[in-house]
């Protein structure tokens, strides 16, 4: 004699979904607490900024904090460096780790699972024990204080081999197969077939790399001397002289300004970035 669960209560379930939503509100609140708390006091002056307590919505909104982020820097310089070195290094990565994700995925050769796990295996090497060698590389090719010194060395990733690679796993071996006897060469396949299923992975890929790169500040610190290459996080450096003068909310504006474009590429490609996430991790 089978005994059958007795079906949940539906006030139960209210209640589970009541707690639920309340801890999500109160993880986005924790999430968002330090950029509203940036965005606000970027608008404050320098009396209101070291108040206490403080208070979260400032007065009376100064906007010649932004101004002077203008005046100190030539942020718009360091705006057009970030702009090539990321958009080089997402192009890069978007095409290498497109291609080898799919080779590693549905193409068979000898080695294929030992080349994989050895390439996984430099996942687990801190970029600081290798930035010396790669920094002597750069100089010996006479690229040091450039922006390619930045690009070169980012072209691949195995990271994002592995995130390609498990998308092009889960898609039907067969629909590769027809095209072939249809006559079509294995770059086709991959062309017309494969990379056009696998766009939300793809855009995963680029939103990542953007918002990695976009933000980085150790190698631009480590490769570029000159300040008409600097990038912006290694440029809004020039902003911490504003701390002696108690005026931080200069420094928090410049801040403001360096990650809107990031904000902007989350909020129109939430989409693609969750469809493709979580279709990578079902595997």
Known sequence: MSVTAAPRPQSAKKV??????????????????????TVTTSLRTPAEAFQNP??????????????????????ARFFVNSVIVTGLIVVGQTITCTLSGYAFALIRFPGKNAIFGAFLATMMVPLQTIIIPVFIIIRTLGLSDTLLSLVIPALGSAFGTF?????????????????RVDGASQFQVFSKVYARMAAPAIATLAILNFSGFWA????????????????????????????????????????????????????????????????????
Do not use: H
């Open 16 to 37: 589970g979904g009541y707690i639920g939503l309340v801890v999500l509100i109160l993880a986005a609140m924790v999430a968002l607490g330090p950029l509203l708390w």
């Open 54 to 75: 403080p208070q979260w919505l400032p007065l009376k909104p100064d906007f010649s904090n932004y101004s002077a982020v203008f005046k100190q820097l030539p942020i």
């Open 163 to 179: 995130l390609m690679r498990q998308y092009f796993m889960q898609m039907p071996k067969e629909l590769g197969e027809a095209a």
């Open 216 to 283: 980085e500040f150790y190698r631009p610190l480590i490769f570029l001397q000159s300040q008409s290459n600097f990038t912006l996080p290694l440029g809004l450096v020039g902003l911490k002289g504003n701390l002696g003068t108690g005026s931080i909310s200069v420094v928090l504006a410049g801040v403001v300004l360096a990650m809107v474009p990031s904000v902007l590429l989350f909020i129109f490609a939430q989409r693609y970035f969750i469809e493709g996430i979580t279709a990578g991790s079902s595997r």
